[in-house]
C-alpha cells in the first residue's frame, strides 16, 4: 500500500520549519535555523525542505497556495516549482471552501538541492 505524505511549512515569522507526516504520522521535523545556524530564522524553509527531499528519499514535494498569496506564490517561482493546477474549493479556511494553485517539484528536477538551484539562479543565499 502506497503511503500518503504531507509537508507542512511554516516560513516568514519566527524559527521557519518544515514537519513531513506519513500518513497522518510525524516522520520528521526539522527548525530552518539547525541547517542555517541563524537564531529564529524566518526565511523559506529551503534546507529544511532539502533534508525532507534527499534524506528521506522523497520523489516529489508539492505546495497549496491560495491564489492571493503574492509572496508565497513568489517564492515558488524563484525556486522553480511547476505549476500543475488549480484545486477549487481546496481547504476550509475563515468559514468557506477556498481555492489553491498547485506547485510541485521532484527529486530528478533539483538533484543539486532548492538552495542550490536558487544561488545558481540569483547568486544570492535567500529566496
Not at 29 to 37: L, M, T, V
Not at 90 to 108: C, K, N, P
Request: proline residues 5%; negative net charge.
Amino acid at each position: 500500500m502506497a503511503h500518503e505524505y504531507i509537508l507542512g511549512l511554516s516560513a516568514y515569522y519566527h524559527d521557519s520549519a518544515a514537519c513531513l507526516l506519513r500518513d497522518g504520522e510525524i516522520v520528521a521535523a526539522a527548525q530552518e535555523e539547525r541547517f542555517s545556524r541563524k537564531k529564529g530564522d524566518e526565511r523559506f524553509p529551503r534546507l529544511a525542505v532539502d533534508y525532507c527531499l534527499f534524506e528521506l528519499d522523497l520523489h516529489r514535494i508539492e505546495v497549496a497556495i491560495r491564489p492571493e498569496n503574492a509572496a508565497s506564490l513568489r517564492v515558488v517561482e524563484k525556486l522553480g516549482f511547476t505549476r500543475i493546477g488549480m484545486a477549487p474549493n481546496y481547504l476550509h479556511i475563515d468559514g468557506d471552501w477556498r481555492d489553491h494553485l498547485l506547485f510541485s517539484v521532484t527529486a530528478e528536477e533539483v538533484p543539486e538541492g532548492l538552495l542550490r538551484r536558487y544561488q545558481e539562479r540569483y547568486g544570492a543565499p535567500n529566496p
